[in-house]
């Protein structure tokens, strides 16, 4: 393959694993998917290819979506042990990030109402809401009709809709005020100060450190309190687990104010909010090592503030 050619797919490289970043939710699953397409693209007789960047568009979402549709990944994903893997803001792969709409969506929450989605609602929605293409180019890159591409929007619009009911965004310095709040709250023990800053219909998921089979699910303000409060409350057995006392940053992930444990430069976890009107309405928590390794990556190229808890 020729120089020309390489410069043509690396001019492409970095929207290609954005889009499958939001296809799959998993940075090292769209890293497998562009080198897929590379080879895929080297393979091609490029003299009849028109116009290479729709080319490779059409070739990894097809791949995503076949691996979306895939068994395995079936039976990973409906043992209810998935959340997305957490970017670090920054991160190439978290894409353009222009509109409301692109943010949105890219965030954990709604990278995981997608998991909801059939895998051809999931790419129309993706490439409808995140890169603004029309009709006529998802139906030419999935092969259906434009109507049909259409429905698919409409339904997988609604369907994100009715599961967020939030308002529109939250201003990062207010957000962060909140999550500080939170994090003092949960750390001092205040639970009657951690229910006050929950809405009234919070959720909250977590990955049990890659421990349990499924994702640890909790609901009510008061549930959640208990929950957040055992989990920030420092004891030796978790120092034991972690490898040490970890400090307590505040970061963005996906877009979201979010608290970063860190040993010795290492991620050992994080926990992602959403704010919404000054309290918190979701929030995850991921711990898994093979969650963290792109954040891992991020973090030491990355120039942290100063922790918020230097050591908990």
Not at 44 to 58: F, G, I
Not at 92 to 120: I, K
Not at 251 to 269: H, K, M, T, Y
Request: glycine share 6%; proline share 4%.
């Amino acid at each position: 393959m020729d120089n020309a050619a390489i410069d043509r797919f690396e001019a492409s490289r970095g929207r290609l694993a954005s889009l499958a970043y939001r296809l799959l939710g998993s940075a090292a699953d769209a890293e497998d998917a562009v080198q897929d397409t590379f080879l895929r693209w080297q393979a091609a007789d490029r003299e009849r290819v028109d116009v290479p960047e729709a080319w490779l568009t059409k070739v990894i979402t097809n791949l995503c979506l076949d691996r979306l549709r895939s068994a395995q990944v079936r039976h990973e994903r409906a043992a209810g042990a998935w959340l997305p893997e957490p970017l670090l803001e920054g991160d190439p792969m978290l894409g353009p990030a222009e509109t409301f709409e692109q943010r949105e969506s890219v965030s954990l929450a709604v990278l995981t109402l997608l998991e909801r989605l059939a895998p051809v609602e999931r790419a129309v929605y993706v490439l409808r809401e995140a890169f603004s293409y029309s009709h006529a180019e998802i139906a030419g890159i999935l092969d259906i009709t434009q109507s049909a591409s259409q429905q698919h929007a409409h339904r997988s619009r609604v369907r994100v809709a009715a599961e967020r009911r939030r308002g529109g965004e939250t201003d990062p310095a207010s957000a962060r005020r909140v999550v500080e709040e939170f994090l003092a709250a949960a750390t001092s023990g205040r639970t009657e100060r951690l229910v006050a800053l929950l809405t009234d219909d919070v959720t909250a998921l977590s990955d049990g450190a890659g421990l349990a089979r499924r994702l640890l699910r909790y609901t009510t303000r008061e549930r959640v309190a208990a929950y957040v409060r055992a989990g920030f409350k420092p004891t030796p057995a978790k120092r034991r687990m972690a490898g040490g006392s970890p400090a307590m940053h505040i970061a963005r992930l996906n877009g979201s104010p979010a608290v970063v444990a860190v040993i010795d430069g290492r991620v050992v976890g994080a926990v992602a909010f959403e704010v919404s009107d000054g309290r918190i309405a979701s929030l995850r928590g991921i711990a898994a090592a093979d969650r963290l390794a792109r954040l891992n990556e991020a973090w030491r190229r990355h120039e942290p503030e100063a922790p918020v808890i230097s050591a908990w």
